[in-house]
C-alpha cells in the first residue's frame, strides 16, 4: 500500500525560501500526477501544483511564480520550493496522488501534511 | 478560477438518519468526454481528506454504498443514506476540470 510523508523545516522567517519532500513507499512514482495542496483555518484548501514523471507540471497563479515542483524518481520524491515566504504562507502543507490517469481530480492518497509556520 | 460554493456550512445529523451536502460550481463542470470533473472528500478530525466520489457520482475504492453521489452542470449533492459514527467531520467538493483545482469551503457533519 502507497504511503506519502511530508517532511519540512517546521518554521520559516518571512522572506525566507520553503523547501518540502513528500517521500514515496510502497508504490512507484511513474503513471502518476502528483500535487501539493496546503489547508489553513481561513482559506481551507488550496491546490498549489502537479508535477508527473514526464516532466509536465502546472501551478495556481495565485502563488505568483514562487513555487516549484520537481519529481525524482529515483528517490522516490516529490519536492516543492516556495520563495519570499510571509506569514500568509503559514499553512498545513500535503502531497497527494491523482489516481485517475491525467485528471487533475481524483486524490486518492494523501500524505498526512506536514505543518509550516513564518514567524519572526 | 472556478467557484465552488456549498450549502449548508453545518449540519447537525442524528446517528442513523440520513444527510444531504450541495455543492455549486461558478461553471459547468462537463468535460468534453461526457464526465462531470467533480470529487467528494471526507475530512475527519486530525486527518488529511479521503477521496470518497470521483467523476461526479463513482464511489472510490473502499467506499460504503451508503454514500451516493449526482449532479450534473454546476449543481452537485453528496448523499448519506445512514449516517455512522466514521462519517462525522468536513466534507469537501473539488472540481478538478480546469486550474487551478479548486475545492469548496467545506461542510461540517456533527453530531445532533
Known amino acids: 500500500q502507497v504511503h506519502l510523508q511530508e517532511s519540512g523545516p517546521g518554521l520559516l522567517r518571512p522572506s525566507e525560501t520553503l523547501s518540502l519532500v513528500c517521500s514515496v513507499s510502497g508504490g512507484s512514482l511513474s503513471s502518476y500526477y502528483w500535487s501539493w495542496i496546503r489547508q489553513t483555518p481561513g482559506k481551507g484548501l488550496e491546490w498549489i501544483a502537479y508535477v508527473h514523471k514526464s516532466g509536465k507540471t502546472n501551478y495556481n497563479p495565485s502563488l505568483k511564480s514562487r513555487a516549484t515542483i520537481s519529481i525524482d524518481t529515483s528517490k522516490n520524491e516529490i519536492s516543492l520550493t516556495v520563495t519570499s515566504m510571509t506569514a500568509a504562507d503559514t499553512a498545513v502543507y500535503s502531497c497527494?496522488?491523482?489516481?485517475?490517469?491525467?485528471?487533475?481530480?481524483?486524490?486518492?492518497?494523501w500524505g498526512r501534511g506536514t505543518a509550516v509556520t513564518v514567524s519572526s | 478560477d472556478i467557484v465552488m460554493t456549498q450549502a449548508p456550512l453545518s449540519l447537525p445529523v442524528t446517528p442513523g438518519e440520513p444527510a444531504s451536502i450541495s455543492c455549486r460550481s461558478s461553471q459547468s463542470l462537463l468535460h468534453s468526454n461526457g464526465y462531470y470533473y467533480l470529487d467528494w472528500y471526507l475530512q475527519r478530525p486530525g486527518q488529511s481528506p479521503q477521496l470518497l466520489i470521483f467523476?461526479?457520482?463513482n464511489r472510490a475504492s473502499g467506499v460504503p454504498d451508503r454514500f451516493s453521489a449526482s449532479g450534473s452542470g454546476t449543481d452537485f449533492t453528496l448523499k448519506i443514506s445512514r449516517v455512522e459514527a466514521e462519517d462525522f467531520g468536513v466534507y469537501y467538493c473539488m472540481q478538478g476540470l480546469q486550474t487551478p483545482v479548486t475545492f469548496g469551503g467545506g461542510t461540517k457533519v456533527e453530531i445532533k
Open positions: 497527494a496522488r491523482h489516481d485517475y490517469g491525467d485528471y487533475k481530480g481524483g486524490l486518492g492518497v
Open positions: 467523476f461526479s457520482s
